[in-house]
């Protein structure tokens, strides 16, 4: 029995370290492409945003290799990304296909970075009844990649998660199912908590005492379940009520903070929640530090929807949807963690390895975050 905590014990410390290490290799990344069809449904306009980080890296742009790229490499990189884009997108009207074609090129500067903006004319064969759009984009490199398509048709607008594993989308000239909307944001947001990679050091940074008590800023194990279960549930409730509130605040643009600003303090949170466990100040009610610093996780949770500029007929649903995929990430990270810690709490190597290295860990990723936001620096490889 032992040997096999003990073997449990090493995979947790192992996903820490995967985590740690995926979080250097890989920063997922999105596109945004924007459908609008004609009156006369034959054309279409489109709008495709694409990072250019990502550019760079499936098709070279730094020709100088200074790490900058430059409007003039952009330039000269005109005809390659055009063709490099087109060829992994594909437009039909009623299974006809269309031809897209560039109109102009220009740089937009979204949250996470400056994109570039093909502004696409689309010429369809046919009076279509319905837009299928089917979307190759980076997944060969990618597996992370998504890209958020908006429909626009008259007075309605449709949303669709594009992935890896679902890359295609048929988009009928009508009022867009709310359910299936609705869903997709769900989705949206289970991923959105699943890859953002500071939202779950977080929480693991706050996990990782819960199966633990404070006496004389020394750590010793929790002997019981029930105080365990209280911990952990009065600081996920605090989290999901604070970040809902500014999620609903910055996408309703009741608030609006700097991104710069907001990316800096979460960074600062999990290293605050981390640099806890190594020195326990707060060690009681550390639900009302969770509530305090998930306020500032929900303006970057808003960050994604706010790209969108979603209407207003369908902005509360999206949040609404988006929120809940936030909650049902979360706890799935919760359930698959906790009981494990606890059954784990009285082995030396939780104390030692997965609470104070593992928050030493976690402490010098989140310190470098922060450094590298309050200084625009580009450094990080994530």
């Known amino acids: ?211 633990m008590v404070s006496r004389h800023h020394k750590w010793y194990p929790a002997e019981s379940l029930k105080s365990v279960i209280k911990d952990a549930v009065g600081i996920i409730t605090a989290f999901t009520l604070s970040h809902s509130i500014t999620l609903s605040l910055a996408t309703f643009k009741l608030v609006n903070l700097p991104s710069r600003w907001v990316e800096s303090v979460i960074a600062l949170s999990v290293m605050a929640a981390a640099l806890n466990n190594l020195y326990p100040i707060v060690h009681r009610k550390r639900w009302v530090m969770t509530f305090i610093f998930g306020l500032i996780h929900g303006f970057g949770f808003a960050s994604n929807l706010l790209e969108l500029e979603l209407p207003p007929s369908s902005l509360l649903r999206s949040v609404l949807g988006f929120n809940v995929g936030v909650e049902i990430g979360q706890l799935v990270i919760v359930l698959l963690m906790l009981p494990l810690a606890f059954s784990l709490r009285k082995q030396w190597a939780y104390l030692n390895i997965g609470l104070r290295a593992g928050s030493v860990l976690i402490t010098f990723i989140a310190g470098a975050w922060f450094i590298e936001r309050v200084f625009n620096l580009q450094w990080m490889p994530f």
């Not at 890989?26 to 054309?43: C, E, G, N, V, W």
């Not at 048709?153 to 299936?180: E, I």
């Open 1 to 211: 029995m032992r040997t096999l905590i003990n073997y449990a014990l090493y995979v947790v410390i192992g996903l820490q370290i995967v985590l740690a290490s995926t979080a250097y290799a890989h920063k997922p990344s999105d596109s945004f492409l924007i459908l609008t069809a004609h009156k006369d449904q034959s054309s279409a306009t489109a709008q495709l945003d694409i990072a250019l980080r990502d550019l760079d890296f499936a098709i070279g742009l730094d020709r100088d290799g200074n790490d900058q790229i430059t409007w003039k490499e952009l330039r000269n990189a005109q005809t390659a990304i055009t063709s490099y884009a087109l060829s992994r997108i594909s437009i039909k009207a009623d299974q006809q296909t269309c031809h897209p074609t560039l109109n102009a090129l220009m740089v937009d500067h979204h949250v996470d970075g400056s994109y570039a903006v093909l502004n696409l004319n689309t010429h369809c064969p046919v009076s279509a009844a319905a837009y299928s759009v089917h979307y190759r984009l980076f997944f060969d490199i990618d597996h992370l990649h998504k890209n958020i398509l908006v429909f626009q048709h008259n007075d309605f607008t449709d949303t669709t998660v594009l992935s890896a594993d679902q890359n295609s989308a048929h988009l009928l000239m009508n009022t867009p199912h709310a359910w299936k909307q609705w869903l997709n944001f769900v989705q949206e947001g289970i991923w959105h908590i699943w890859q953002g990679f500071d939202h779950i050091l977080f929480i693991v940074s706050l996990l990782l005492p819960a199966v």
